[in-house]
């Protein structure tokens, strides 16, 4: 395989500590959320990094697959990753990713074909696939 670039960061300190990537871009505060849906202006999470990674990554695969399926335009769509953070049956944890793909300027039928190849080819997919729950939302213009 032929590596086409790589990536790093760091992180001190666990869930109650700070991450940076290589070159600061990223330099975040990391604490693990106090309520089941806090909102957290202060600080990150490894779950909300991972939704970030994900949507983008998956937005690109739609962008990868779309002239392969006749689409030339995809208008202002996006990609929202939800992580769930859960605690499995064996007192470990484990996460649910849940993706929503926003693609404002295709029908349901290509829709759906767009978001099954891009999750066949999007790297984090494949990373996640057999591990977790993925599960793939098509949302349309209405």
Do not use: W
């Amino acid at each position: 395989m032929k590596t086409l670039f790589k990536s790093s960061a760091t992180n001190k300190g666990g869930r109650s500590g700070h991450v940076t990537s290589e070159g600061g871009l990223i330099d975040l505060d990391v604490k693990m959320p106090n309520g089941k849906d806090e909102i957290q202006d202060k600080y990150t999470n490894p779950e909300q990094l991972f939704a970030a990674a994900y949507s983008t990554c998956f937005a690109g695969a739609i962008q990868a697959v779309a002239k392969d399926h006749g689409v030339d335009d995809l208008g202002d769509f996006s990609v929202t990753a939800v992580i769930a953070f859960q605690k499995d049956d064996e007192d470990g944890f484990i996460l649910k990713a849940t993706l929503d793909a926003y693609l404002p300027t295709v029908n349901a039928k290509v829709g759906e074909k767009l978001v099954n190849a891009a999750h066949e080819i999007c790297p984090y997919s494949k990373a996640t696939r057999d591990n977790i729950t993925v599960k793939l939302n098509l949302l349309l213009e209405e």
